[in-house]
């Protein structure tokens, strides 16, 4: 049957009309989003050769621009039969389908075939990554009629758990609720008395208001406590890589407990979150920093460093600062950010280039991978004096910069004549003279050598001054910094015609910029470092040296200069000066200069701080300093990582994903980069903290993968939950920490009890939407600290150095320094766990055993494990036979003799709770089984002792 073309057209037209109007109401009834619904689907079939690393094609499935108009290609935005996208997923032939079958023989399925059509039709919007879009607040929307909530979040929970099909679970009783909030919030659990007081104001109350106040009167206490600061210090501690050893192979000691103390004071102190911040990264950059605020700059002091004997400092200095970077992504951004060290991220917008704009931010610190730490802050143990002694250290530094800056600015105001070189000579290896350049030849310049060189002077005015310039010697600034170039002492004396010598005496000399803690003018006496820079040469140096009194040229003599380069320090050794030239000057204003009193003020200034600074007895604290601006180093991209194939400059900054209106702050130091990751700008941040916060207290984070906030990583269990609590954190509470914890500790969410139904356990098995109370194994630092605590063996003293309490012989006769650990003696032993002595290639056994990192690197996230070697730490180490025997004989005297009431009160200290009939039962048959097989049945305290023993391992006294 033929058809009218008109009717054809008609009929056609209708039925595309009835298709679009089908089209728009799917795509009003099923808005698609672009993180939710179509970034998963990229990331699992396309980005293996379409992302960061592979763009095949000149296609990313990683940048909006590299798929959509006007530079990208592959997709038309509302026309889905116009990309080229859906053309090559719903191919069939087998050259051009996109995955490629070869590599994913299944294609994808007909639903993610639809949303990605679906995508497109509504214009194809490309979303911000989750963890990068503005904080949003939803509260507001939910139900208010239910009298469950008792915060905020727990409306939002209440709408997760009606979504799921869920229901809350009933409160947690009193002392359930105590221990939790206990350990949570100082580390360790309510004692005896603090349940039995708990309870009994519970009892008593008339109202469901007045419980509630006692609730609240509590988690005031807990957050007043000393402790508070000591348990959240632990945390952070895994963060900051803390320990007390430098690591690598060596491993030798060094002094951060001065760190930790500020750790614990900040948390005290309830510091906000963005001066914390601001101050760890950036303190030494703040205007007049205080004390407290150099010392928070050991955070990044707390990088390995390299003391092996021929190790290359600059490798480890290098390492050093890519630890830095990636440590500080890690905590704050939670990106996996190193990827970017080699080359672009797979799946993330960071390109390989903006790694190192990053690592500029952090590459001009003066510490280079050297023994002695430099920067360093003497730390007196009398905590009265830390204040003075800082600012006695600090007022020296800025006294030697201020009297260098006198010198350094005169120097660059008078004339220099270059010198040329008649002869040159060498103790070792040869040297050769170009033009007014010495440079070195040929040969091996060892540790000590001397060069000789000759000048033909032809000025007649006397001269005042010398000024040597430190040159590299390569041509390529590629190649990255050369070695060292140090001249340790410097005599000058005019040489007649008959040989006679006639020295020249010198009174000053300055730099361009001080970079250690060495004075310039050490090269005149050659009792220390002298100038130049070591480990490495970074940049042309230069250095005068000031004549005691203006010296004319004898007739017919020549000047020579000798220069010493010996080894005083480890960082110096064999870093001999090999391209140099010298200048001279004649102007008669030095010694005007030097005879001013402002001169004459400065040099006794720095004679009384210097005296001031060398009585100061204490631990030196390795901190954070920046170089001086005309020091500073050029940072340079490493092709594929490697650290000797360098690339182009760069210049300081963050990725261009985080360019958006309202961020074009220039972020050029650390300071600038500190402030902008706890602003408004950056809304990462506030959930990367508020979700670690929750993971603390309910043992996994609402972003499990609490390291990677990234494409991939795992997205939000409840993003609206994480957006909210978020916003709390940083805005209604301006990043207090304290008043953040007291919302969720008294919230229903956390007061449910952990009790939970075969149903819904099946339901929800990991606890994923909250519909009952945490319950989590205690941290190796708990297990420890709660042994201490119910046997009242605990040493309460807050701050001060490491200890080591007793741990299994043996354990460090592996060290290769051949350190040995002084087990402590008296109540230093009962330390709590945060103070314990903690060196990198050994830590303490039973802190590992309990899933503790050995801090090499920024540790995020601690995952828990469940092995017997646990049972046998605290069963047979001699920390907790200790302690069962004090809980034990402790125990035994309160109760006069009772044994059943005995063992109920030690279950009670351990567990926060009374044992039931057959759990009393139990232990009341194991007393008496082993007593009746004692060699010595009236010896009753062995017996008691594995008791307590058998008490601290049960489940109910290892979990909270």
């Known amino acids: 049957m033929r058809i009218d073309r008109p009717v054809s057209c008609f009929l056609l037209l209708c039925l595309l009309i009835g298709m679009s109007s089908v089209q728009a109401q799917s795509t009003a009834a099923d808005p698609i989003d672009f993180n939710r619904d179509v970034r998963p689907i990229l990331m699992s079939h396309c980005t293996s050769c379409h992302g960061g690393v592979k763009q095949a094609g000149d296609v990313s499935f990683v940048y909006a621009d590299r798929v959509l108009p006007p530079d990208g290609w592959i997709v038309e935005p509302g026309d889905p039969d116009a990309s080229v996208l859906i053309e090559r997923i719903k191919t069939d032939d087998p050259d051009t389908r996109m995955p490629p079958p070869d590599e994913h023989p299944e294609p994808l399925s007909a639903d993610e075939i639809a949303t990605l059509e679906q995508w497109i039709s509504q214009g194809a919007a490309w979303g911000d990554l989750w963890s990068m879009a503005p904080l949003a607040n939803n509260t507001q929307r939910f139900d208010t009629t239910s009298d469950w909530p008792r915060q905020s979040l727990d409306r939002l929970v209440l709408e997760t758990l009606r979504e799921q099909g869920l229901q809350t679970s009933a409160d947690a009783s009193p002392s359930q609720w105590l221990r939790r909030a206990s350990l949570d919030l100082i580390g360790l659990p309510p004692t005896i008395e603090q349940l039995d007081s708990f309870a009994t104001d519970c009892a008593a109350a008339d109202s469901d208001a007045s419980v509630e106040r006692r609730y609240a009167a509590e988690v005031d206490r807990l957050l007043a406590s000393q402790n508070f600061g000591q348990r959240w210090a632990s945390m952070w501690m895994d963060l900051a890589r803390y320990a007390d050893s430098r690591g690598f192979e060596k491993d030798p000691h060094r002094d951060m407990w001065p760190y930790r103390d500020w750790l614990i004071k900040a948390f005290n102190d309830d510091m906000p979150y963005d001066e914390f911040t601001i101050k760890q990264l950036a303190g030494d950059l703040l205007p007049d920093p205080t004390a407290d605020d150099l010392i928070a700059t050991a955070f990044h002091r707390n990088t390995q460093t390299n003391t092996e004997g021929g190790t290359d400092d600059e490798e480890f200095r290098v390492a050093a600062i890519i630890d830095r970077v990636n440590t500080t992504w890690t905590v704050w951004q939670a990106t996996t950010f190193g990827c970017v060290q080699c080359h672009s991220h797979p799946y993330d917008a960071f390109e390989h280039d903006e790694y190192y704009r990053c690592m500029a931010l952090f590459d001009n610190s003066l510490d280079t991978d050297l023994d002695d730490d430099y920067p360093t802050l003497k730390i007196p143990s009398e905590r009265s004096l830390i204040e003075a002694a800082i600012a006695d250290q600090r007022q020296l530094e800025i006294i030697r910069h201020q009297r260098n800056d006198l010198g350094r600015s005169f120097a660059e105001s008078v004339a220099w004549d270059a010198m040329a070189p008649t002869d040159v000579s060498s103790t070792d290896g040869e040297l050769e003279v170009d033009g007014n350049h010495v440079r070195t030849a040929s040969g091996t310049f060892p540790v000590g050598v001397e060069y000789t060189v000759d000048f033909s002077v032809d000025t007649d005015d006397p001269i005042t001054a010398f000024r040597i310039e430190i040159l590299p010697t390569a041509n390529d600034p590629t190649t990255g910094p050369e070695k060292g170039a140090v001249l340790t002492q410097l005599k000058a004396e005019w040489i007649a015609d008959d040989d006679t010598q006639t020295p020249i005496k010198f009174s000053d000399a300055f730099v361009d910029a001080i970079t250690g803690p060495s004075d310039p003018r050490d090269a005149l006496k ?267 063996l605990i040493n309460d003293q807050v701050g001060g150095p490491s200890v080591m309490p007793p741990q299994p012989d043996g354990v460090w006769q592996t060290i290769y320094s051949g350190a040995t650990w002084e087990t402590a003696t008296g109540d230093q032993r009962y330390r709590r766990a945060l103070y314990t002595y903690w060196r990198r290639t050994s830590p303490y056994p039973s802190f590992l055993t309990f899933d503790s990192p050995t801090r090499d690197l920024c540790s995020p996230r601690r995952i828990d494990t469940n092995t017997p070697l646990q049972a046998l730490v605290t069963l047979n180490d001699p920390v907790y036979q200790e302690c069962s025997h004090a809980l034990a004989d402790r125990v035994t005297d309160d109760c006069q003799g009772s044994v059943e009431h005995a063992i109920q009160r030690m279950y009670l200290a351990a567990t926060s709770q009374m044992p039931t009939d057959l759990e009393s039962g139990e232990l009341m048959s194991l007393y008496e089984d082993l007593v009746h097989s004692s060699t010595n049945p009236s010896d009753t305290s062995s017996a008691m002792s594995i008791v307590a023993n058998t008490i601290l391992n049960l489940d109910k006294a290892l979990t909270k």
């Open 526 to 792: 050659g009792n220390g470092n002298g100038v130049g820079e070591f480990p490495k040469l970074t940049s042309a140096r230069w250095a005068v040296f000031v004549l005691k009194e203006p010296a004319s040229r004898p007739d017919g003599a020549s000047l020579r200069l000798t220069m010493a380069q010996k080894a005083s320090t480890s960082g110096n050794n064999a870093t001999p000066i090999r391209n140099f030239t010298w200048s001279l000057c004649t102007d008669a204003q030095w010694a005007e200069r030097m005879a001013t009193d402002e001169w004459t003020s400065i040099d006794d200034a720095l004679k009384q701080s210097q005296a001031k600074v060398n009585a100061i007895e204490g631990s030196s604290l390795p901190v954070m300093v920046a170089r001086p601006d005309m020091a500073r180093r050029t940072t340079r991209t490493f092709t594929r990582g490697n650290w000797m194939d360098r690339g182009d400059e760069v210049e300081p900054g963050i990725p261009h994903v985080f360019d958006k209106p309202g961020a074009e702050a220039t972020i050029d130091n650390r300071l600038a980069f500190a402030q902008w990751l706890v602003s408004d700008a950056n809304p990462i941040s506030a959930r990367v903290w508020a979700n670690r916060i929750w993971s603390q207290l309910f043992g996994r984070g609402l972003v499990e993968t609490e390291e990677d906030f990234g494409s991939s990583g795992l997205p939000p269990s409840d993003s609206r939950l994480l957006d909210h609590l978020a916003m709390r954190l940083r805005s209604d509470h301006d990043w207090h920490l304290k008043p953040f914890l007291r919302d969720l500790v008294l919230s229903s969410t956390y007061r449910q009890t952990n009790q939970v139904s075969t149903d819904k356990h099946a339901k929800d098995p990991t606890n994923r939407y909250h519909g009952r109370g945490p319950r989590t194994r205690l941290s190796a630092e708990m297990v420890r600290d709660q042994a201490l605590l119910v046997s009242g």
